[in-house]
């Protein structure tokens, strides 16, 4: 931007002042008294000053605490119901097979079954019947066998597990396999 013959930030602009009356000026002799000049001095300063532009201010920064981490959650497992079977008596005159629901849910049984491989017997737990969770239920078989919900369900009279050895397999509604016994 042009004023007035210079340019703001480029050229100097220097101010000259000049001191022409230094009149009476005196010069000290050896005595130390002043004695009258004879001719006035004539001094001349000359104070250059520069215009730059000033400087941009430099943004602050400003503080911004970081939050403190939470500890997060672990996430619960939904409820499940995990059966097993968790014991097969098959000597004497009551036998039986005990599912254990070792999950956190009840499971209806409807439509799953027991199954004996080597005498291709099969039980069909009753219509309604649910295992709650952590509880268990003997299904009897032979002489003995007796029927005492929630407990306790008759099977047969008939001996069902053979006593040389044999394999009892649970399977859910779907027909999928979800526990093995063998002996």
Known sequence: MAHRGWELGRR???????LLSV?????????G???AAQEPARW???????????PTPTPTPTFTP???PRPTATPTPPPRAVLRISALRFTGQDEYIEIRNDGNLAQDMTGWRV???VGAQMYHFPQGFRLSAGDYVRVHSGPAAFSLPPHHLFWTQAYIWNNE???????D???????????
């Open 12 to 18: 100097p602009l220097v101010i000259a002042l000049l």
């Open 44 to 54: 001349m300063v000359y104070f250059p000053l520069y215009h730059t532009a000033l």
């Open 173 to 183: 509604a779907q027909g999928r396999e979800v526990d093995r016994w063998a002996y």
């Open 23 to 31: 009149i009476g000026a005196a010069v000290w002799s050896s005595g």
């Open 115 to 117: 199954f004996s491989e």
């Open 66 to 68: 970081t939050p403190t």
């Open 33 to 35: 008294r002043p004695t």
């Open 165 to 171: 050895g044999d394999v009892a397999i649970l399977l």
